[in-house]
């Protein structure tokens, strides 16, 4: 990667690698405490797949777990499915080498898959249904509390529009969820971090990458779709995906037309005036938007999710401030976690 570089591009490629590595970390730490993804005490199980975005999700866990200020365990575990042609001692050497507890679930779920579903029809839905049943009872047998999946933020963008687009529904993979069957917490907590970055981070950290295509099962061309639809606007404009996704987190139920969600039916005027209400007939103004903006806003989330205020002006504020929590009670003690965990 370096052949034929000058030491000033040299040095510019350690500098950026280095910001990728302590973006990563950061948006992956600040998920965690926005979400309350992992508490002190929690074992948390790592699914690996053996792909770059689980690879990274271990990680940086493992990264996360030496600086956080809580204590939890990490166990990776990959689901060996039996997929004719899986490299079986890719994972075990890897995981091994790094020294983080894993266990190896072998079960043959590709021949039932193969059995059950005629050829040519979509395997993934069994696929998938079997191997969360088998996570479920894993996660239980090893006493993990949480279930990390490696989900990214162009994930939860694509899950989005697909149910928008052929389910009708305005729904996508929460960063954090209960099981169905009411026994398990699973997070995303690489729900931050854009894919490309992960694609990058894979190939500076030489992840052993095991291809996913070994089931034979088809590319899923809805998901295809969707995914060049979003790379095109981020081409496009970096800034318009990151206010789609920073929208997921502002939902305004009573400017939607879900009368589950807002009691639409008895809405009834309150004769109090409220400056932040609704004008009903002027235009929104979208104006303000330049794509020159985009230059400063660059990729990080917290400028767009609104959470540079809360998280930085805590650290700009410890940083100055070095005394105890105990000199000054008004710190309290989730920021603490924020403060300690975001000093990575
Ligand atoms: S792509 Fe293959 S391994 Fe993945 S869910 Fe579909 S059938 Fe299963």
Redesign the pocket.
């Known amino acids: 990667m370096t052949a034929n570089k000058t030491p000033e591009q040299i040095e510019k490629l350690r500098q950026d690698n280095n910001k990728l590595s302590k973006r990563i970390i950061r948006e992956t730490a600040n998920a965690i405490v926005d979400y309350n993804m992992i508490e002190d005490g929690d074992k948390v199980m790592v699914c690996l797949s053996g792909g770059k975005d689980s690879y990274a999700l271990l990680d940086v866990l493992m990264t996360l777990q030496k600086r956080a200020p809580i204590k939890f365990e990490l166990v990776a575990v990959n689901l060996d499915?039996k997929q004719p042609g899986f490299p079986e001692e890719v994972l075990p050497n890897y995981l091994s080498s790094i020294g983080v507890p894993f266990h190896i679930e072998n079960q043959d779920t590709y021949s039932i898959?193969k059995r059950l579903i005629p050829e040519g029809k979509t395997?993934?839905s069994l696929?998938?249904r079997l191997r969360r049943g088998i996570l479920y009872r894993v996660a239980d047998e090893l006493g993990c509390t949480k279930i990390a999946l490696g989900h990214h933020r162009d994930d939860i963008l694509a899950t989005f529009f697909l149910n928008l687009f052929y389910a009708a529904k305005l729904k996508t993979m929460p960063p954090k969820l209960v099981s169905d069957d009411g026994k398990h917490t699973v997070i995303r907590p690489l729900a931050y971090v854009p894919e490309k970055d992960l694609i990058a981070y894979a190939e500076l950290k030489k992840f052993p990458i095991i291809p996913c295509n070994l089931?034979g099962?088809q590319e899923n061309l809805k998901r295809k779709e969707v995914g060049n639809m979003l790379r095109a606007w981020e081409k496009e404009s970096p800034k318009k995906v990151w206010n789609i996704f920073k929208s997921l987190a502002a939902v305004a139920p009573s400017h939607l037309m879900d009368k589950n969600l807002f009691d639409f039916v008895n809405l009834r005027p309150t004769g109090v005036a409220d400056e932040n209400g609704d004008k009903a007939f002027d235009a929104e103004d979208y104006s303000n938007y330049s794509p020159l903006e985009e230059e400063k806003t660059g990729t990080s989330h917290q400028a767009l999710l609104g959470q540079e205020d809360e998280h930085t002006s805590v650290l700009q504020a410890d940083a100055k401030d070095t005394s105890s929590t105990a000199d000054n009670p008004s710190k309290d003690t989730k920021y603490q976690k924020v403060i300690s965990i975001q000093k990575l």
Do not use: K
């Open positions: 499915q898959v395997t993934c696929c998938s089931c099962s």
